[in-house]
């Protein structure tokens, strides 16, 4: 079993509509979590940190559930310049950084 | 510029040759990371170098996968007798403070696409 699993998707969604991604991870001892975007053809970049508590950024909604070790993203009102690949995130603690990455989900908005 | 620089963007290489790849980090970040992120996956962890140190080279696939960073800033990712197995985009990261602070963002550049012929 992968470390991080995520739908692969594709995920083909209307623009303006509500979109969510989940994520699960397999090692409880995790203790950071983060969401990236990675567009077609460059890096990975930060979209947003997870924190317990749940957390929102504009039109971002990041949530984490550590009894059942998933994290979900929550994306209204969604953009065209939305579309892209969304990488779920782990930090473990072990090793030099213990991120491990998942798949990703690639997610596509439609006018 | 301010950001992590790679190069070469893109490299053909036939198989059974040699490849280099650098890694200009941000100036100043301690901690430098390099990912191999094959067409359809997620990044994979390779090294690790603190400052000029390599702290964990866990993820290298095979001994004829080097990593170094002598002065603790420009790295340089070595591939040895490449193979078709190889070909994936090969993503530098690097990080002001050390794994585990708080607020510990890392940064990727934008990859050199590696493709064995």
């Known amino acids: 079993r992968k470390e991080v699993e995520q739908d692969p998707g594709p995920f083909n969604v209307p623009e303006g509509a509500t979109v969510a991604f989940n994520c699960t991870y397999s090692?409880?001892?995790?203790?950071?979590f983060f969401w990236y975007r990675q567009d077609c053809r460059k890096e990975p970049k930060l979209l947003m940190s997870v924190y317990s508590s749940g957390n929102e950024d504009g039109r971002f909604t990041a949530q984490l559930n550590r009894a059942s070790q998933y994290i979900s993203l929550l994306i209204r009102d969604s953009k065209l310049s939305d579309s892209a690949t969304y990488l779920c995130?782990?930090?473990?603690?072990?090793?030099?950084?213990?991120?491990?990455f998942g798949k990703g989900t690639h997610l596509i908005i439609q006018p | 510029g301010a950001g992590v620089s790679q190069s070469p963007r893109y490299k053909v290489a036939k198989r059974g040759q040699d490849v280099a790849l650098r890694c200009d980090p941000i100036s100043g970040h301690v901690s430098l990371f390099w990912y191999q992120q094959a067409l359809g996956q997620g990044p994979e962890f390779l090294t690790y170098f603190q400052n000029e140190a390599q702290l964990d080279k866990s993820g290298l696939p095979s001994d004829r996968f080097f990593a170094e960073r002598p002065e603790g800033s420009v790295s340089t990712l070595k591939i040895q007798r490449t193979q078709q197995e190889d070909s994936a985009v090969y993503l530098c990261?690097?990080?002001?403070?050390?794994?585990?602070?708080?607020?510990?963002?890392?940064?990727f550049g934008e990859g050199s696409w590696l493709t064995v012929v």
């Open positions: 995130v782990v930090r473990s603690g072990g090793g030099a950084d213990g991120l491990t």
């Open positions: 090692n409880s001892a995790s203790q950071s």
């Open positions: 990261a690097s990080s002001l403070a050390l794994p585990g602070s708080s607020g510990n963002t890392i940064y």
